[in-house]
C-alpha cells in the first residue's frame, strides 16, 4: 500500500524557518506531480506548492520568495523549506502526490498532515 508520511512541523516564532518533509513508500512505480497544500482553522485547503517532475514549480502568490519546495526522487521525498514564517501561515500542512504503482495504476495520495504553529 503507497503511503505518505510527514514531517517537520512544530511551533516557530515570526520570522522563523521550519523544513517540511514527505517521504512515499510502497509499491511506486513513478511519481508525477507532488505538492503541499495547508489548511487553517475555517478555511478550505489550499495549494501551497507543487513540483513536477521535470522539476518545475508553482507557488501561492502569500509564500512565493519565503518557501521553496524540492524533491528527491531517489528518495521519494518531497521537501518544504519555508522561512521568513508568519502567523498567518499556522496552518495543518498536507503532502500530496500523484503516484503510479508498480501495477500501472495511477492515483493522487495524501499524507495525514503536520501542524505548523507560527506564533510567540
Known amino acids: 500500500q503507497v503511503q505518505l508520511v510527514e514531517s517537520g512541523g512544530g511551533l516557530v516564532q515570526p520570522g522563523g524557518s521550519l523544513r517540511l518533509s514527505c517521504a512515499a513508500s510502497?509499491?511506486?512505480?513513478?511519481?508525477?506531480?507532488m505538492a503541499w497544500y495547508r489548511q487553517a482553522p475555517g478555511k478550505e485547503r489550499e495549494l501551497v506548492a507543487r513540483?513536477?517532475?521535470?522539476?518545475?514549480?508553482t507557488y501561492a502568490d502569500s509564500v512565493k520568495g519565503r518557501f521553496t519546495i524540492s524533491r528527491d526522487d531517489a528518495k521519494n521525498t518531497v521537501y518544504l523549506q519555508m522561512n521568513s514564517l508568519k502567523p498567518e501561515d499556522t496552518a495543518v500542512y498536507y503532502c500530496?502526490?500523484?503516484?503510479?504503482?508498480?501495477?500501472?495504476?495511477?492515483?493522487?495520495?495524501w499524507g495525514q498532515g503536520t501542524q505548523v504553529t507560527v506564533s510567540s
Open positions: 500530496n502526490a500523484l503516484i503510479q504503482d508498480i501495477w500501472r495504476r495511477s492515483s493522487p495520495y
Open positions: 510502497g509499491p511506486i512505480s513513478s511519481i508525477n506531480a
Open positions: 513540483i513536477l517532475s521535470s522539476s518545475t514549480t
